[in-house]
């Protein structure tokens, strides 16, 4: 699983418009709800405060989650492999996402 930081201007600065600090792909960290403290990968945005998580466990590809941009931390990394494949067909498996989540987990835990 390829894992890269966000670029300069993604993620970070301007407020007013804050769906703008998110990209499909990125790992963001749940703060509030059922699942608080737990991590999720962007599958969605519909505007510039909903955005549509997939997790490991509960919210699947059939069924993701619908969040307030408010409620989320974005971190600074994107799972390439899986915003490539968002980009060109959107057919993810639930097995992709979750080997992503827990490649990132992996690697988090090692720093």
């Known amino acids: 699983m390829r894992f890269s930081r966000q670029r300069n ?3 970070c600065g301007d ?24 991590y999720a990968i962007i599958i969605r945005k519909d ?16 069924h993701p ?12 990394w994107i799972a390439e492999d899986i915003l490539e494949i ?8 639930d097995a992709m996402l979750r080997y992503a989540l827990n490649q990132y987990l992996l690697q988090r835990k090692g720093e």
């Open 86 to 93: 968002l980009q060109k067909n959107g057919r993810l498996t």
């Open 47 to 62: 505007n510039s405060r909903t955005l549509w998580l997939v997790n490991k466990d509960r919210f699947t590809i059939d």
């Open 9 to 11: 201007g993604v993620g």
């Open 15 to 38: 407020q007013s418009n804050a769906g703008d600090r998110f990209v499909l792909g990125q790992i963001v960290q749940v703060l509030r709800g059922t699942c608080a403290g737990e």
């Open 65 to 76: 989650k619908q969040k307030n941009v408010k409620h989320v931390q974005p971190t600074n």
